[in-house]
């Protein structure tokens, strides 16, 4: 868990996509994710985290439903969702001005 530290520590927010490769809704997230990294370039970053590769993290962060949107800034979480959303829903979320 030292690597997801580094990672959260960035100063652009971290958008983490919790899912499973068996989920339907988050088979449905994947392309949306592809629309909002294009969207956002390096004013974010977006990583999808596995939860069956990575179940000690997910229980970390208490992770239970599937997909699970959290944004890390700063090393801090400053938002928190689960459940499908739209990539305009994502986009709004991260240009929010108020994760600062």
């Not at 629309?35 to 229980?59: C, P, S, T």
């Not at 090393?75 to 709004?92: H, I, P, Q, T």
Request: aromatic share 8%; with cysteine.
């Amino acid at each position: 868990m030292s690597k997801f530290g580094e990672i959260i520590d960035l100063q652009v927010p971290i958008l983490l996509n919790f899912y499973t490769e068996w989920d339907e809704n988050c088979k449905h997230v994947h392309p949306i994710l592809k629309d909002v990294v294009f969207a956002m370039g390096d004013k974010a970053k977006v990583i999808k985290i596995n939860v069956d590769k990575n179940q000690e993290l997910a229980e970390a962060l208490r992770i239970k439903t599937l997909p699970t949107f959290v944004i890390y800034k700063s090393g801090e979480m400053v938002w928190r969702k689960s459940g499908f959303m739209e990539a305009n829903d994502l986009l709004s979320t991260l240009k929010n001005d108020k994760l600062d």
